[in-house]
Every structure is written in C-alpha cells, then in structure tokens.
C-alpha cells in the first residue's frame, strides 16, 4: 500500500512539475511515507525526521511533507512536535498535497483517477481498491489512521487498469487493509468477486493478485470465483496470526484455529495448485510456551508455502495496548520467531523441491545480478539466464535448483 501511494505522490508531482532528484540532498522537497506498524518502523520515523530537521537548518527553503500511518488525528501535535515539517497529510488525503503545491489549478483528483503513472510503466503495479478497516484486530494500529473502509468504485479500479494494461503492465496487485471487503460500502454493493470478474477481461492484462485477506471475510463465493478466472493468481495471502484459541480471542480475530482450517480445507478444494501464505506475530502478551506450540502445530498441519513472521510490538492507543502488558520477554520473542522460521524453511525445502525438473511460466518483472528474475502463478520467485531482452514477458523455464527462498532456472 505504502509502494502505491508514493507512486500516486510523484505522479501528482510531476504533473505539478517536480522531477524526482536521484539524492536526497539534491531535493528541494521530500516527502517521507511512513509505517508504524512495529516500533522498529516509528523509531525509522522519528530518526529521519531528525536527519531531515539538520538538513533544513542548512537549506532553510527546502520543504518536507510527511504521510502515512505516523500522521494521526492530532495533526495540530505532531506540527508542534515537528516544527520543520511543512506539511501533514494523512494517506490518500490527497487534497492537502494538491493545496500544497497549489494544483488545485492544474488538476482535480476527479480528472485523474484514471491515470497511470507517469513515469517508465511498471511490468507488475500496485492498485489500492480499498482503504481503512473496520475489523478492530487488538494488536492494529491501522484503524487508528485509515479509518474506516471506503472502496473504490469498480469503473474508476478498471478504467486504471486499463490505461496500464494499454501502456505494458502485465500484473496489478489489488491492495486492502481488509480486500474482502471490498465493495460493500459503496451505493451499488458489489464485492472483491464481481471486481475480479470484470478485470479478468481487461486486454493486454495476464495476472491479477490481491491482498492481504481476513479469514473470517472469505467468502465460498469468493473461492469459487478465483478458481474460475484463469488470470486470477493460484496465491492466497491469509493471516493465521496465532494457532491457539485463546490468543486468536485476545487478538478479536474473530474465527477459531478449526474454522481457519475449514477455511484452507475449502480453497484447496477448489483451487487444488493453490499456494497459500501466511501472517505470525510471536510474543503476544501472556503467550504461554503450549499456545506457541498450537501455532507451530498449525504451521506443521497447514505447510504454508510462505510464512511472514513478526514479534508483538505494542502500538499506543490500540486494544492490546491499552489491556495487556507486554509481557514476554524480547528473549522469548526472539527464541520463537527463529522456531517459526526454521521450521517454515524445513516446510517451504520440501514444498519448493516438488518444483525440481518441472516446466513452469514465469512473468519476468526484472534483472539482478545479470540474472533475470519473475514469478509464477503460485508466487514463486524464479531466477534464469538470457541474452533476449525477456522484460515484461511470460516465460517458460525449466526449474533446475530449488530453495526455500527462491528457484533456479533455464531457460525453454
């Protein structure tokens, strides 16, 4: 989401006429897009906010927004808080930028709602479809600054895609807080299947993704409809967050470990290829050793193809906050997001070495390290050799090395 909306900041800019500078130093205004989803991301926060304070002391003129999750209600705080910076505005509240580089003459966010970016077209774009949430998950602070869900409208989401798929993008990730939502606020209540039913027909477009998903807000409706939409990807982000009851309650996720396996149960049922991947937060207050077991059970029960791990990390004003103590230690923490990881890279080995010797296609989004490199339906990252120019191209390789990371390939 991050990624989208500083893209859609510089595209207004440069209509605004700004060039983006290659250094920091050179640039008469920066614009700092902030996470504090953990503690680790706000203290970032707070030391580039000092290092952009000592560079305005020595260049009185250059201006600094700031956006994102750090810009809260108090907006009247954080400018006193943060003297230097000439502008808050929280994410997508785009008005406020447009005032502040006075375009509001230029162009209005009506007028551009479908327009791509301005700069060198991405292979594979980020699309925002809904904002806020409504889920009030304990340990989130993401409520607290998005808000409540406001989807876009399906022509507005299409008539983006189209305008990319028309310029090279093969691949759009729809992106929501809570994507399962989607739809249900807007005057003519639709959902995140009719949308992708009407996307799988845009020319030129070959893959769609979304996420991240909530599992209590998964539909069978849903399922049924990824699995009859040949450019919708076999990837399904679904956020565990815990295997024991007891935690997911303390957590107000609101489903039980057995409905989630209901859950899985199901789309493998209908999309049997599926690759499914998950969110665990380790250390959630009061986490006794046997709930931390429960939730490797599950990892072991499941066998994610990828597991994405986090130690607890109380956000202020959030549930967990307010009535928990934070009270496992960093050691503990520590000690079991290495458990989680150690065992999800056992899983993913074994997962990833059924790939060995087989034929698969891959969407090839770039080069590193002289290698080109892309993913495959079921999120695969894949590496290969060639001296065509492959960008943006759906490639057929054969897999001669595999990893729990990552896979090895030649070319067809």
Known sequence: MNKAESRQVSDYLELAGYQSS??????????????????????????MLGYLKGMKGQKPDLSIIVTGCFVDSDIKQLEKSFPHVDLFFKPSDYSKLLNCVEMQSIVRHEEIACLPSSRNIEVSAFIPIIQGC?????????????????????DEVVCEVIELAARGTKEVTLLGQNVNSYGHDLPAPSDLADLLSALNHVPGLNRIRFLTNHPKDMSQQLVQTIATLDKVCRHINLPLQAGSDDILKAMWRCYTAEQYRQLVGSIRGYIPE?????????????????QFKQTLGMLEEIRFDTVHVAAYSPRPGTIAAREHLDNISTEIKKERLKKIEETQANIATEINSRLMSKTVEVLVEGKKGGKWYGRTLSNKLVFFESNDNCLGRLIDVTIVKTSPWSLQAQRE
Do not use: M, W
């Open 22 to 47: 290659d250094k920091l130093q050179k640039a008469d205004l920066v614009v700092l897009n902030t996470c504090v989803v953990r503690q680790s991301a706000e203290s970032k926060v707070h030391g």
């Open 274 to 290: 599926v690759a499914l991947s998950t969110d665990i937060i380790v250390g959630f207050p009061n986490e006794s050793d046997e």
């Open 134 to 154: 409504n889920n009030l998950c304990s340990y989130c602070i993401v409520p607290y600054r998005r808000g409540k869900e406001r989807s876009r409208p399906i």
